[in-house]
């Protein structure tokens, strides 16, 4: 999937069932990261998309352990 950052987004949908469509680097869903590039995205809202992500993290490591 192309990203704004001009690098590749690689999308993690094997390790939780529930995480389909979220990028292994960032722990952002699709839709997160399409939402993070609009203009009209809040401070606010990034800050809650950055506390999603750490908890899906937080998650994955817990998860793989």
């Known amino acids: 999937v192309p990203s704004i950052y001009g690098y590749k987004v690689t999308l ?3 390790l939780l ?6 990028c ?3 722990f952002r869903h699709l839709d997160e990261i399409m939402q ?3 203009a009209a995205t ?3 809202q990034k800050q809650q998309i950055l506390l ?3 908890a899906r993290k ?3 490591k817990t998860y793989s352990k």
Request: aromatic share 8%; proline share 4%.
């Open 12 to 14: 993690h949908t094997e």
């Open 17 to 22: 069932p529930d995480t389909n469509d979220v």
């Open 24 to 26: 292994v680097g960032c």
């Open 36 to 38: 993070w590039s609009k």
């Open 42 to 44: 809040s401070y606010e």
């Open 52 to 54: 999603n992500a750490n």
């Open 58 to 60: 937080t998650t994955r």
